[in-house]
């Protein structure tokens, strides 16, 4: 099996003949401390299953797991415990925090059935995670591009945000980045309900009137409701239905939740939409943020640093004709036509359509050149 597994137990005898028993079978890591334990899980990482014994000076079994657990939730948690303390390793399990527990001394058969048992469990895990992260992902991009031939303006906006939100998810070490970047991408979906002068009005940052105001302001509840119908996207529905919410509790929906009480993925999103939509009014970047600062209980502090702190680390920018564009760059300008029509917006990712779209426009029109793009670094 190719999975490694952590046996973590401050005796040495004890993780030399597991050793020895399970030689060959398994990617097997020992370490004698909790700390090392930690440490292992943090630099020799990911681990299938790790094995904790109860008893240890430094922290017990269980207190060592629970942080194995921040640390990796996916690794499955095993623990070994004497009888004397077949109780607490009870109360562990059914705690829900530990896959099962072992009794010492523990055969060296049972040891490993256990094992198999937990990478087994681990490979469910992962299997899941696969399907919601590629699949599903895989099925919104699809209806992202359908998006992107039927309502253009709202498509690229869906695009900028879901790259933004994501670089920010990654900064603020969510657990599940991919949640923000699908809750991003499918925020403007509400959006398809709206006039499309209405739309235009509002991503140009102009005034839209009181009955205008009260039909866009219902895109977020809307958006909410459809996304709510997708199996196992209940959490990125609520974010969606909160993310025009302001940190202090203005805004809407007009009810008593505020501060972190509000979904974090929603808290993420209320500060990449303002940001996108103040750069597209024509404020710098530096204005932007300005006046995202000004505007005091707006935004989570945190979620707003991180967002700067992006900004900061930005790719090179770099100037190119227009047959050199590449997809993964984004638009530093709008790509124009000569008589000044904004052909498509900046901030925009060229992706594989975007690109051959530019191209075809290129053929039938005369576009501005060269063009400015920037470099976008890899996620890690």
């Given at each position: 099996m190719d999975e490694k597994i952590l046996l973590v137990d401050d005796e040495p005898n004890v993780l030399l003949a597991f050793q020895r028993h399970i030689r060959g079978k398994f990617i097997l890591i020992t370490a004698e401390s909790a700390d090392k334990g930690l440490y292992a899980l943090k630099e020799q990482g990911p681990f299938a299953v790790v094995i904790s014994d109860y008893r240890m000076p430094e922290m017990d079994g269980i207190q060592f797991l629970s942080l194995a657990r921040q640390l990796a939730p996916d690794t499955v948690r095993i623990m070994l415990t004497g009888f004397a303390h077949v109780q607490g390793a009870i109360d562990a399990v059914n705690e829900g925090n530990i896959f099962r527990f072992l009794t010492k001394p523990c055969a060296p058969e049972v040891f490993i059935k256990a094992v198999i048992a937990g990478i087994e469990q681990y490979r469910l895990v992962m299997a899941e995670r696969e399907l919601l992260e590629k699949t599903l992902k895989g099925s919104i991009k699809i209806l992202t591009d359908i998006l992107s031939i039927m309502n253009p303006v709202v498509y690229w906006q869906a695009s900028r945000l879901g790259r933004m939100a994501k670089k920010l998810a990654f900064r603020l070490h969510v657990d599940k980045p991919w949640e923000v970047e699908i809750a991003a991408m499918l925020s403007q979906i509400g959006c398809i309900t709206i006039p499309d002068e209405i739309l235009e009005k509002n991503f140009n940052g102009a005034t839209l009137s009181e009955n205008e105001n009260k039909m866009f302001l219902a895109y977020p509840l809307i958006g909410s409701q459809l996304v709510a119908n997708i199996p196992r996207l209940e959490g990125i529905a609520e974010a969606i239905k909160y993310h025009l919410k302001q940190f202090d509790g203005g805004g809407i929906p007009n009810d008593d939740i505020k501060n972190t009480a509000i979904p974090l993925i929603a808290r993420i999103l209320k500060v990449v939409i303002d940001?996108?939509?103040?750069?597209?009014?024509?404020?710098?970047?530096?204005?932007?943020?300005?006046?995202?600062?000004?505007?005091?209980?707006?935004?989570d502090p945190d979620v707003l640093a991180a967002l700067e702190e992006e900004i900061m680390d930005a790719g090179k920018v770099r100037i190119i004709p227009l047959k050199e564009i590449l997809p993964g760059m984004v638009l530093v300008d709008d790509i124009k036509d000569s008589s000044g029509i904004v052909l498509v917006a900046k901030g925009n990712e060229i992706t594989d359509v975007l690109k051959m779209r530019i191209l075809n426009f290129s053929r039938v029109r005369s576009v501005v050149e060269p063009i400015k793009v920037m470099l976008q670094q890899r996620d890690k």
């Amino acid at each position: 099996m190719d999975e490694k597994i952590l046996l973590v137990d401050d005796e040495p005898n004890v993780l030399l003949a597991f050793q020895r028993h399970i030689r060959g079978k398994f990617i097997l890591i020992t370490a004698e401390s909790a700390d090392k334990g930690l440490y292992a899980l943090k630099e020799q990482g990911p681990f299938a299953v790790v094995i904790s014994d109860y008893r240890m000076p430094e922290m017990d079994g269980i207190q060592f797991l629970s942080l194995a657990r921040q640390l990796a939730p996916d690794t499955v948690r095993i623990m070994l415990t004497g009888f004397a303390h077949v109780q607490g390793a009870i109360d562990a399990v059914n705690e829900g925090n530990i896959f099962r527990f072992l009794t010492k001394p523990c055969a060296p058969e049972v040891f490993i059935k256990a094992v198999i048992a937990g990478i087994e469990q681990y490979r469910l895990v992962m299997a899941e995670r696969e399907l919601l992260e590629k699949t599903l992902k895989g099925s919104i991009k699809i209806l992202t591009d359908i998006l992107s031939i039927m309502n253009p303006v709202v498509y690229w906006q869906a695009s900028r945000l879901g790259r933004m939100a994501k670089k920010l998810a990654f900064r603020l070490h969510v657990d599940k980045p991919w949640e923000v970047e699908i809750a991003a991408m499918l925020s403007q979906i509400g959006c398809i309900t709206i006039p499309d002068e209405i739309l235009e009005k509002n991503f140009n940052g102009a005034t839209l009137s009181e009955n205008e105001n009260k039909m866009f302001l219902a895109y977020p509840l809307i958006g909410s409701q459809l996304v709510a119908n997708i199996p196992r996207l209940e959490g990125i529905a609520e974010a969606i239905k909160y993310h025009l919410k302001q940190f202090d509790g203005g805004g809407i929906p007009n009810d008593d939740i505020k501060n972190t009480a509000i979904p974090l993925i929603a808290r993420i999103l209320k500060v990449v939409i303002d940001f996108d939509k103040l750069i597209n009014a024509g404020n710098s970047v530096v204005k932007s943020l300005e006046i995202m600062r000004r505007r005091l209980g707006w935004y989570d502090p945190d979620v707003l640093a991180a967002l700067e702190e992006e900004i900061m680390d930005a790719g090179k920018v770099r100037i190119i004709p227009l047959k050199e564009i590449l997809p993964g760059m984004v638009l530093v300008d709008d790509i124009k036509d000569s008589s000044g029509i904004v052909l498509v917006a900046k901030g925009n990712e060229i992706t594989d359509v975007l690109k051959m779209r530019i191209l075809n426009f290129s053929r039938v029109r005369s576009v501005v050149e060269p063009i400015k793009v920037m470099l976008q670094q890899r996620d890690k």
